[in-house]
């Protein structure tokens, strides 16, 4: 079972008519919704509000097929939403939501109804805000046998939480994937780094650019983690991934 520990948002689009419709949003929810439309029921775990905006959010959940915990979405707190005005600007409340307060107790007891969880994939929003951030880590490195463990830094994050939190997973970390506009210098030492660029993905290892390939990037982490579900590569134990595997996910697109 692939785990999203990350996010998911009610989105109010509001239209050249000034009418807002309702739509979800949340890097979390925009990956479990790619995974589910291919095949794949994977898990993602957030925490909502007990409010309308939660519902709402579960209930889509519910209906593309997206696994989640119903005790994490009965938080007494508000659920994130996220305002999309007519000229594209964006207005957040994740800082002060629901999203920000998953307490590592309650995230322990959903993870260990699972016995099956190979892997976890963590976005950069949720390791920006404690105390989220903080059990998502030592739960992720808590699970047994040891999943494949990536981290997503492409969603829009910044400050000394997230950096603390990058700190507390150096060397843990199998993958990282990152944009070319907004690089982690201090990650791409890591073991498996990709770079998404324009016109492709560069990949890294250590430290080292290892090879560029020339494709589509915008759904790569979904489509990257479909093959890698699909191709067997997440119940091998060794969990390694290497340049034969990336070529053999190109070829494959």
Do not use: W
């Not at 880590?137 to 603390?164: C, K, N, W, Y």
Request: hydrophobic share 45%.
């Amino acid at each position: 079972m692939i785990l999203i520990l990350s996010d998911a948002a009610l989105l109010l689009k509001e239209k050249n008519s000034g009418e807002f419709v309702s739509a979800f949003t949340g890097f979390g929810y925009e990956v479990a919704k790619e995974l589910s439309e291919e095949g794949i029921f994977p898990a993602l775990f957030c925490t909502l509000g007990e409010d309308r905006a939660g519902a709402m959010i579960a209930e889509e959940l519910i209906k593309s097929e997206i696994l989640f915990d119903p005790d994490l979405i009965r938080l007494k707190a508000n659920t994130n939403v996220v305002i999309e005005y007519a000229n594209g600007d964006r207005t957040s409340f994740f800082k002060s939501s629901a999203s920000a307060l998953l307490q590592e107790e309650m995230l322990s007891e959903a993870i260990n109804v699972h016995t099956n969880i190979e892997a976890v994939l963590l976005s950069s929003s949720i390791l920006s805000v404690n105390p989220s951030a903080t059990s998502a880590i030592d739960q992720s490195l808590f699970i047994s046998p040891r999943p494949f463990i990536a981290v997503d830094l492409t969603d829009e994050a910044e400050g000394s939480v997230l950096e603390r939190s990058l700190s507390m997973l150096s060397g843990e970390m199998d993958l990282v994937i990152m944009d070319e506009e907004n690089l982690y210098p201090e990650c791409l030492k890591e073991k498996c780094v990709v770079v998404k660029k324009k016109d492709g993905i560069t990949l890294y290892k250590n430290g080292e650019e290892i090879k560029t390939y020339e494709i589509d990037s915008e759904r790569f982490t979904s489509s990257f983690f479909f093959f890698l579900d699909q191709s067997g590569f997440l119940s091998d134990f060794e969990k390694k991934l290497s340049v034969d595997i990336f070529d053999a996910y190109v070829k494959g697109l």
